[in-house]
């Protein structure tokens, strides 16, 4: 897993440069199926920033968009995740905080494409409970993306 964790670092610091700080980890915790690891970001995003800047790498999926109230900037919250089919399977989240902006990014990496559907697709049936999607993947697209 570490050694995924590490390519995975190298690959956004190439993709999207100044996103992450990867001397700053916040937390990392392994499980026998799977690594979270939240970094600090540079400095605060919009979240906006961050979604334009994840959209233009092309192995990244929006999961979803979450806007729960549509005049405030706090408590936005969004996921990405990796086309599977090129190389570290992963999950990025990241939500706004008090001041509007992301402060952080936390990284789900999974040892196996079993496992990273199982978390999607759970993911993608919580998400829906909880508020406006601005964006949510439709499901037999995920699906496909396993496929």
């Known amino acids: 897993m570490e050694e995924t ?15 992450i700080d990867t001397k ?3 937390e990392n915790v392994l499980y026998d199926d799977k690594a979270v690891v939240r970094y600090r970001l540079h ?3 919009t979240i906006q920033e ?3 800047r994840l959209e233009e790498i092309d192995r990244m999926m929006m999961l979803y968009y979450l ?3 549509k005049e405030s900037q706090i408590g936005r919250c969004c996921s990405f ?7 570290p399977m992963y999950r990025i ?3 706004t905080e008090r001041d509007g902006k992301c402060h952080d990014i936390t990284v789900i990496f999974f040892i196996s494409l079993e496992y990273m559907y199982q978390d999607i697709i759970r993911e993608h049936g919580r998400i829906q409970l909880h508020g406006r999607l601005e964006y949510l993947r439709p499901e037999r697209k995920v699906i496909a993306d396993f496929m």
Request: charged share 20%.
């Open 5 to 19: 964790i590490y390519k995975f670092e190298i690959a956004m610091s190439l993709m999207a440069p100044g996103i």
């Open 24 to 26: 700053a980890v916040e």
């Open 43 to 45: 400095r605060p995003f």
């Open 50 to 52: 961050i979604i334009d």
């Open 67 to 69: 806007v729960p109230r």
């Open 81 to 87: 995740y990796s086309n599977n089919k090129h190389g």
């Open 93 to 95: 989240n990241f939500y």
